[in-house]
């Protein structure tokens, strides 16, 4: 993985990283999807790894997000270890796929509603914080819509809300503008700035350089 700073950012030590990573390795059988990678992420930062399909950037997100357990090296994500403190890590992030994980079947408010009622909110609570989400991202009038007619950016935007329930610490977003216009990524782009703005730090994986060159502070580029 070759670390690209455009910026001149400086490389940060353990107290001011969100995320620090050495020696990462995951292996599948004889493949080495990951191997041997260093990362730090300062805290309050976007930073975009860059590559193509195959190259394991979602792997690489999935140890981090404690979601895979790595087989080599060590990390921590705002200073809790992958490993010796999993739940800690957990409580301090939220984490979108590639692809939505919404129920269809209910609207976009109601999807809010229940994933706020899981992280403990009460009653009108729970509405009121999925009001929110849904006026801050612009769907207040899709609000009782079924997200089975929503556009593909209107569904990011709800999945990324989704992930905000309870605002974290480190938002980890997995390609989170595949299969959008070009309309819609600049939407998702705007998005994910005010979030930084707001002192959420966003690790990325993108295949766009333009992308992460809009975004991104800093860029790691990770390759076969």
Known sequence: ???????????????????SARGLVKTFGKLRAVDGIDLDVPRGMIF????????????????????????????TVMGHDLVQAPHEVRAAIAMTGQFASLDEDLTGRENLVLLA????FRGRAAKTRADDLLAAFGLSEAATKQVRDYSGGMRRRLDIAASL???????????????????????????IRGLAEAGVTILLTTQYLEEADQLAARIAVIDH
């Open 117 to 120: 009622r899981l992280w403990g």
């Open 48 to 75: 975009a790894i860059l590559g193509p399909n195959g190259a394991g950037k979602t792997t690489l997100m999935r140890m981090l997000a404690t979601l895979s357990r790595p087989d080599a090296g060590s990390a």
């Open 1 to 19: 993985m070759n670390d690209t700073s455009p910026m001149g950012v400086p490389a940060t030590g353990l107290a001011q990283s969100a995320i």
């Open 165 to 191: 329930i309870v605002t974290p610490g480190v938002l980890f977003l997995d390609e989170p503008t595949t299969g959008l216009d070009p309309n819609a990524r600049k939407d998702v782009w705007g998005m």
